[in-house]
Each structure stands twice: as C-alpha cells, then as structure tokens.
C-alpha cells in the first residue's frame, strides 16, 4: 500500500464522509479497513432435488447449511430445476446455495442457475449471490457447509509470474512463458527469490502446494476438465487427476502427487474448462476434495474472451470484497454492459456452449461483434463452486474506491469517492462501474439521480455507477433515489 497516497486521499475521503452526512440513518460505509457484508441469518435458501435430500449424506449437507444459516430448504423434482422459481421468489433470499452430486452439476446445471437468479425479479440483474456445494464424495460438500470462520488472504500462488508476492506475506510462482522460472517468498521476508527448475515447474508446484500454505490460487492457460497447463503453447508439465487426487507431470513423465490441505480459494481465471464437472472425477471435484479449496470460480466451456474470468479476479483483488461478492458484482457488470452496449443481445439464450457453437453465434445474434460474442459467452457459462455466504477476501487496505450509504425517510444517497488513480479501468475493457452491494434488501425504487451526466442502475440488491469521467484519485460521485427498506441490516458475526 501507498501509505502517502493513503495519507491524503484516503484521510480526505474520510473527512469529506463525514463532513457530508446529512442525518439519517447510516446504511454502511466502505473504505480502507471497511467493508459491507449482507447478513445471511435468515436470508439464506438452500435448493436441492428431492432426490438429493433424500440421498445418503446428502441430506446432512441440506441440514448443516440450513442449521448454519436458519435457511430455507426449497426443493425441486430431480432435473427441473426451474420448479424451484416459484419460492424462491415469494422468499427472495439474499444468498441461494444449490446443493447435489457431482454428477448433477454439470455445464447445463450452471447456466440453468445463472438463468434462473434473473428470475426472481422483473429485472434483467441477479437477484441473489448463489454458489454450488458439490464435492468427489460427499464429505467434501459436508467440509464446505461446515465451514464458519472466515478466510483472510494473505498468502497465494500464481501461474502468472511474481507480480503478486509483492502484496502476499508468502507464497510461490512460476511463468507460463518461461517453464524453467521460479520464485518463492518467504513468510516474514521481504524479497522473492528466484531459482531455476528442470526440466519444468510441475515438481516445483507440486512440492509448494504440499508444503507451503496459501489461501488463494491463480492460473491461466490452457485446461480441460483433465489437467492445467503449466506453461502456454509449450510443453512445460502439467496439474492433473486421478480418483480424487492430485499429482504434477513433469514432460519427462515423472508424476508427483500431492495434497494441499489448507484452506483456500482459486481462482482459474484464464483456463478454459477447468469449472465443467463432466463427471464425478475431475479437476474441479479434485480441487474441492484433494487441494483445500473452498470456494472456487471456473469456465465450463473454452474461454476466449475473459469478462467473467479476468474481471471477478479483478474485483477480489480490490479488497473490498469476498469472492462470492466480486463474482456475483462482475456478472451483473457483464449484463450491464450487454444491457447498454447490446441490448439486442440481452435475451438471447443459447442453447448448446460446445465450442463448434461459436462460429454459429458469431454468424447469428450477434452479428460479428466480437465484444457482444463474449459477454454473451461469458454470461451464464462461469461457475461458482461454495457457500456464497463464507467469506474470502483479502484486507481492505488500498481499495479503488470508496463510498458512504445513507437512509433519510425513503431517500437514500450513495457518496462515492475515488481513491485510486486508475483503479477502476481494465486494459482490455476500459472504465468499469462503481458497484455497491446493498447490506439490505430495498423496494419500491424510484426518481434516481446522479449528479454527473452518468446513468446509474438500482436494483434491490446493488448500485451499479459508471466510471466514464469520474476516474482521478479524490472525484466524486453521488446517487440519490427513493426505496423502502425491506429488512434491517444486522451486525454480521
């Protein structure tokens, strides 16, 4: 962190926070050591078949998360998941965990839930932040319906170079462009050292993972529902599985298992396929049951264009929010911007996400438009793997922005300020939005404003601003619109 750049903007939001209360209710406040989290107790629905409750363990799963929570159980018939629309919209939880085998989880199954938390409301948003608890056995998903303390990131690894060991207090890396490169930082220490490793850095991972503990994993390049390729474009070893396991093969064919058992999150966030659970064994499954991760994002099909990738990783490197927050904020940023850009596009429901089903879509809906193939491939294709009520995230030490939540009577103000230069742009996207998620459900919204020339979206669930304009360290921005409060915040445990 830039604790001089820290000194005046952050110091000056903070006072310019306050110095702009204007009474009322403070809803909450976002900033460096700050954050907003919606309270689950009470707001959470566990969606299961009826063959799954009734299913041996499975059914203690559905309890351990009902009990966690005091959830709702909302069942369906095996295989119509849509059945399950009508409650969920009378309940309208903040959190819906779908809960089943493996085998019941596969790409059809992620964009049924994609499609179907659109559903419960007239908008075209989310409705609810939603994960999938599945596992290899079914202790797996019983580890992650268990889990209650929450994850501070402090140590990772990346596939993507050393760049990230700069803000971790350990961990490892390699390069997908040179197979030899490897860098490790120690816990306590302050540089990174390098070494070489041959023939390639499969041994290396496999090494590291089994004895150095990380809460968070990135790769990128290519994968299949199989294995992770080290290296892009060159043989370079590979992360693979066998029954549940995990192991590293080295090109000269040596393989080494391992298990990393602590707990932790990862993100894939350039890999293709990698998120498809095809059948019981595979990477994911292998991941959740052999490698200690908790909650993980992934592509069910071949990722060529990156949005819900590459952007989810960039919202949860911000610090403001857990990984179940930033995945579900990006996906509403995609539809944001298919909603503004393509609005043509919005409704389009493919069918079949093979890759031989890209050329048809650039042919059809879509009309060439690379960006508009994309976000429409990118949609509803990206799983989310955990409860989506556990917390992951790293400190809330340096975030791009920051912003203030107020209630007076029924008009309520956002304040946003920005806190670091550039922070909300991407290199391959441009400006991305300010996005605030509501600790509290709201209602009724209406006569939004904004005092820049920007059009902000409310939804019952979260403000969505765009940046275009407001992007320099210490610009402003404020919403006003009018809602009622559907329930209260409580103080999160």
């Not at 009826?50 to 069942?75: F, I, M, N, R």
């Not at 596992?135 to 994850?151: H, I, K, N, S």
């Not at 850095?201 to 089994?210: E, S, V, Y």
């Amino acid at each position: 962190m830039d604790w001089k750049r820290w000194s005046v903007f952050g110091w000056l939001w903070w006072v310019g926070a306050f110095a702009n209360a204007a009474g009322g209710r403070l809803v909450c406040e976002v900033g460096p050591g700050r954050t907003a989290r919606v309270e689950p107790m009470g707001d959470y629905a566990v969606v299961a078949s009826a063959a799954t409750v009734a299913a041996p363990g499975w059914g203690e799963v559905v309890q351990a998360l009902h009990k966690k929570y005091d959830a709702c159980v909302v069942t369906y018939p095996e295989g119509r998941l849509e059945e399950a629309l009508p409650e969920l919209r009378a309940r309208m939880p903040a959190y819906v965990c779908f809960v089943g085998p493996a085998e019941a989880c596969g790409r059809s199954f992620v964009v049924g839930a994609h499609r179907l938390m659109r559903r419960l409301d007239e908008d075209p948003y989310g409705d609810a932040l939603w994960g999938i608890v599945t596992g290899y056995a079914v202790e797996d998903a019983l580890r992650l319906a268990r889990l209650r303390e929450p994850l501070t990131v402090r140590r990772g690894a990346t596939s993507m170079g050393p760049g990230l060991l700069g803000r971790l207090t350990a961990g490892f890396a390699s390069n997908e462009d040179r197979v030899t490169d490897f860098w490790v930082k120690e816990e306590g220490g302050t540089g990174v050292s390098y070494r070489a490793v041959a023939p390639d850095a499969a041994r290396a991972w496999a090494a590291a993972l089994q004895e150095r503990p990380v809460e968070v994993l990135y790769t990128s390049g290519h994968a299949t529902e199989r294995d992770w390729q080290i290296a892009y474009n060159k043989p370079g070893g590979a992360l693979r599985h066998e029954a549940g396991g995990l192991y590293a093969l080295s090109q000269d064919g040596t393989r080494h298992p391992f298990a990393s058992t602590g707990t932790k999150v990862y993100l894939p966030v350039g890999n293709c396929l990698i998120g498809h659970i095809d059948r019981r064994d595979c990477m994911a499954t292998a991941w959740l049951h052999s490698g200690g991760v908790a909650q993980m994002l992934g592509y069910t099909v071949v990722t060529f264009y990156g949005y819900m990738g590459w952007g989810t990783g960039l919202l949860f490197d911000d610090g403001r929010l857990s990984l179940s927050e930033a995945f579900f904020l990006n996906n509403q940023a995609l539809l944001h911007r298919l909603a503004t850009a393509y609005p043509g596009v919005l409704d389009e429901m493919p069918g079949s996400y093979e890759a031989r089903d890209i050329a048809a879509l650039r042919a059809g809906p879509v009309r060439g438009d690379r960006d508009a193939l994309g976000l429409l491939w990118d949609r509803d294709t990206v799983a989310f793997y955990g409860d989506p009520a556990w917390v992951a995230s790293y400190p809330c030490s340096d975030p791009a922005f920051g912003y203030r939540l107020e209630e007076d009577g029924d008009v309520w103000t956002l304040r946003v300020s920005v806190l670091r230069q550039g922070g909300t742009r991407d290199p391959k996207w441009g400006s991305r939005p300010f996005l605030a998620l509501f600790p509290e459900r709201v209602a009724e919204i209406r006569e939004v404003r904004c005092d820049r020339p920007l059009l902000p979206v409310v939804t019952d669930r979260f403000v969505l601003v765009p940046s275009e304009g407001a992007e320099a360290a210490g610009d402003r921005v404020t919403v006003t619109f009018r809602a009622r409060a559907v329930a209260r915040a409580r103080p999160r445990p």
